[in-house]
C-alpha cells in the first residue's frame, strides 16, 4: 500500500514540475506585453492554459489591443473559461459584423457539452437583451443544446419581435437546435403564414430541423418526421412555397416524395389515369405562295404524370405539341408557317373543363383574319 502511495504521489511530483517546466509565466507574461495586436491572443491563450491566475490579470490589457483573427477566437474561448464575460461581450459587440460573426461562430462551435459556454451565452443574452438577437449571437446556439439556451430560443419564438428577418434568422437556429421537437411548431407557423416569402422561410426550415448539412450528420429519425409534415403541408401550398417543398425534400434525400409534389398538391385534379390533364389549343397560320392565309385551329388536351408544376407546362408545351401533332397548311401551299400555342394555366378536372377552355380561346380567334379557316380537333393527347 506504502509503495503504490509514494509511487502516486512521485507521479504527481513528476507531472507538477514538468507543467511548472512547460509553464513559464514569466515570460508569457513578457510576451504578451511585447506582441503585436495581431499576435497577442496567442500568448494570452498559452497562459491562459497553464496559469489561470496570471492570465485573469492580462485580460483587460489583451482585449484592449487585440484584433480580431482565427487566434482572437481561441483567445476569446480562453477568456469565457476564465469568467472575463463582460470583457468578451464588449470585445464582440465592437467588431465589425463579419468578425462578429466570426468570434460568434467560434464560440458557438466550442458550446455543445461544455456548460461554461452556454452560461456564457446565457448571460450574454441576459445582459444583451434585444441587441444579442439584432447583432445575430443567436448564431452561435444552432448546436448549444444546452437547456437554457433551448429554452432562450423556445421564447424568441414563441414571442417573437416585429423584426421579421430576425424572426427567420432565429427560426432556422431554432429548428437546427430543437431538432424533431420544432416539427410540430412549423406546422403550427405554416397554418398561420400567408406571405409566400415567409412561409417558403418556414418550408426550409425542415430541412434544418432534420440538420441537413450538419457536421454531426444528418438525423434519419428526424428526417421521417419532417418528411412527412412536409408531405402533409403540400397541398395547402402555392406558387413559392410549393416550389420551396419540392426543394427541401430533395435536400432531405425524399427524392420520390419530392418528384411527386405537383400530384400531391393537385391530387384532386387526377384523372382515372393518374395523370393531369391540361386544355391546349395551337394555331397554324399559313402564309401561301399565292398570298392567300390559312388558319389551323387544332384543339386537344395535354398529359402529365404530375411531376411538374402547371406554371412550367405552357413552356414544355410547344416542342412536345409539334411532335405529337401534324401542322401542314403552310407546306401544302408552299408557304411560311407561324404556330402559336395556348395552354391552360392549371389543370382539368373533367373534360368539360377543357372543352370549356376550347371554347374560349376559339371565341378569341374568332376575328382573326383568314381566307380560310380549318379546325381540326386532336384526338391523340400530348403527353409532356
Same mark, same amino acid.
Given at each position: 500500500?506504502n509503495v503504490?502511495?509514494?509511487?502516486?504521489i512521485?507521479?504527481?511530483?513528476? %507531472?507538477?514540475?514538468?507543467?511548472?517546466?512547460?509553464?513559464?509565466?514569466?515570460?508569457?507574461?513578457k510576451?504578451?506585453?511585447?506582441?503585436?495586436?495581431? !499576435?497577442?491572443?496567442?500568448p494570452?491563450?498559452?497562459?491562459?492554459?497553464?496559469?489561470?491566475?496570471?492570465?485573469?490579470?492580462?485580460s483587460?490589457?489583451?482585449?484592449?489591443r487585440m484584433?480580431?483573427?482565427?487566434?482572437?477566437?481561441?483567445?476569446?474561448?480562453?477568456?469565457?473559461e476564465?469568467?472575463?464575460?463582460?470583457?468578451?461581450?464588449?470585445?464582440? +459587440?465592437?467588431?465589425?459584423?463579419?468578425?462578429?460573426?466570426?468570434?460568434?461562430?467560434?464560440?458557438g462551435?466550442?458550446?455543445? +457539452?461544455?456548460?461554461?459556454?452556454?452560461?456564457?451565452?446565457?448571460?450574454?443574452?441576459?445582459?444583451?437583451g434585444?441587441?444579442?438577437?439584432?447583432?445575430?449571437?443567436?448564431?452561435?446556439?444552432?448546436?448549444?443544446?444546452?437547456?437554457?439556451?433551448?429554452?432562450?430560443?423556445?421564447?424568441?419564438?414563441?414571442?417573437?419581435s416585429?423584426? !421579421?428577418?430576425r424572426?427567420?434568422?432565429?427560426?432556422?437556429?431554432?429548428?437546427?437546435?430543437?431538432?424533431?421537437?420544432s416539427?410540430?411548431?412549423?406546422?403550427?407557423?405554416? +397554418?398561420?403564414?400567408?406571405?409566400?416569402?415567409e412561409?417558403?422561410?418556414?418550408?426550409?426550415?425542415?430541412?434544418?430541423?432534420?440538420?441537413?448539412?450538419?457536421?454531426?450528420?444528418?438525423?434519419?429519425?428526424?428526417?421521417?418526421?419532417?418528411?412527412?409534415?412536409?408531405?402533409?403541408?403540400?397541398?395547402?401550398?402555392?406558387?413559392?412555397?410549393?416550389?420551396?417543398?419540392?426543394?427541401?425534400l430533395? %435536400?432531405? +434525400?425524399?427524392?420520390?416524395?419530392?418528384?411527386?409534389?405537383?400530384?400531391?398538391?393537385?391530387?384532386?385534379?387526377?384523372?382515372?389515369?393518374?395523370?393531369l390533364?391540361y386544355?391546349?389549343?395551337?394555331?397554324?397560320?399559313? !402564309?401561301?405562295?399565292?398570298?392567300?392565309?390559312?388558319?389551323?385551329?387544332?384543339?386537344?388536351?395535354?398529359?402529365?404524370?404530375?411531376?411538374r408544376?402547371?406554371n412550367?407546362?405552357?413552356?414544355?408545351?410547344?416542342?412536345?405539341?409539334?411532335?405529337?401533332?401534324?401542322?401542314?397548311?403552310?407546306?401544302?401551299?408552299k408557304?411560311?408557317?407561324?404556330?402559336?400555342?395556348?395552354?391552360?394555366?392549371?389543370?382539368?378536372?373533367?373534360?368539360?373543363?377543357?372543352?370549356?377552355?376550347?371554347?374560349?380561346?376559339?371565341?378569341?380567334?374568332?376575328?382573326?383574319?383568314a381566307?380560310?379557316?380549318?379546325?381540326?380537333?386532336e384526338?391523340?393527347?400530348?403527353?409532356?
Open positions: 500500500m503504490h502511495i509514494l509511487v502516486l512521485t507521479g504527481l511530483f513528476v %507531472s507538477s514540475s514538468a507543467m511548472a517546466e512547460d509553464c513559464n509565466a514569466g515570460e508569457l507574461r510576451a504578451i506585453t511585447a506582441a503585436s495586436p495581431a !499576435r497577442v491572443a496567442i494570452y491563450s498559452e497562459l491562459a492554459e497553464c496559469s489561470p491566475n496570471d492570465a485573469k490579470r492580462q483587460k490589457n489583451v482585449f484592449g484584433i480580431a483573427g482565427p487566434e482572437a477566437n481561441r483567445a476569446l474561448l480562453a477568456a469565457i476564465l469568467g472575463q464575460d463582460e470583457l468578451v461581450m464588449e470585445w464582440v +459587440g465592437a467588431l465589425r459584423s463579419d468578425e462578429r460573426s466570426s468570434a460568434v461562430k467560434a464560440i462551435l466550442a458550446c455543445p +457539452g461544455n456548460d461554461t459556454t452556454a452560461r456564457f451565452l446565457s448571460q450574454a443574452h441576459a445582459t444583451l434585444d441587441t444579442f438577437w439584432d447583432d445575430r449571437w443567436y448564431r452561435s446556439l444552432a448546436t448549444c443544446r444546452h437547456p437554457d439556451i433551448q429554452d432562450l430560443l423556445r421564447t424568441e419564438i414563441n414571442e417573437p416585429s423584426n !421579421r428577418g424572426f427567420f434568422g432565429v427560426l432556422e437556429v431554432y429548428s437546427r437546435n430543437l431538432g424533431a421537437e416539427i410540430d411548431k412549423l406546422l403550427e407557423l405554416a +397554418g398561420e403564414i400567408q406571405d409566400p416569402e412561409l417558403t422561410y418556414v418550408v426550409n426550415a425542415f430541412a434544418d430541423a432534420a440538420q441537413v448539412g450538419a457536421l454531426e450528420g444528418q438525423d434519419l429519425t428526424t428526417t421521417k418526421a419532417a418528411v412527412d409534415a412536409l408531405v402533409s403541408l403540400v397541398p395547402t401550398l402555392d406558387g413559392m412555397p410549393l416550389e420551396q417543398s419540392r426543394t427541401t430533395e %435536400s432531405l +434525400g425524399a427524392l420520390d416524395e419530392a418528384a411527386r409534389v405537383p400530384a400531391l398538391r393537385y391530387a384532386d385534379l387526377l384523372w382515372d389515369d393518374g395523370r390533364h386544355s391546349v389549343v395551337a394555331v397554324e397560320t399559313a !402564309r401561301c405562295k399565292n398570298g392567300k392565309v390559312r388558319l389551323g385551329v387544332h384543339t386537344g388536351s395535354a398529359i402529365e404524370k404530375g411531376v408544376f402547371p412550367t407546362i405552357a413552356a414544355a408545351a410547344p416542342e412536345a405539341i409539334s411532335f405529337a401533332w401534324v401542322f401542314n397548311l403552310a407546306e401544302k401551299c408557304g411560311r408557317q407561324t404556330l402559336e400555342y395556348f395552354v391552360n394555366t392549371m389543370p382539368s378536372a373533367t373534360p368539360e373543363e377543357i372543352k370549356a377552355f376550347h371554347a374560349q380561346t376559339l371565341a378569341e380567334l374568332e376575328n382573326r383574319a381566307t380560310k379557316r380549318y379546325d381540326f380537333a384526338e391523340r393527347e400530348v403527353p409532356l
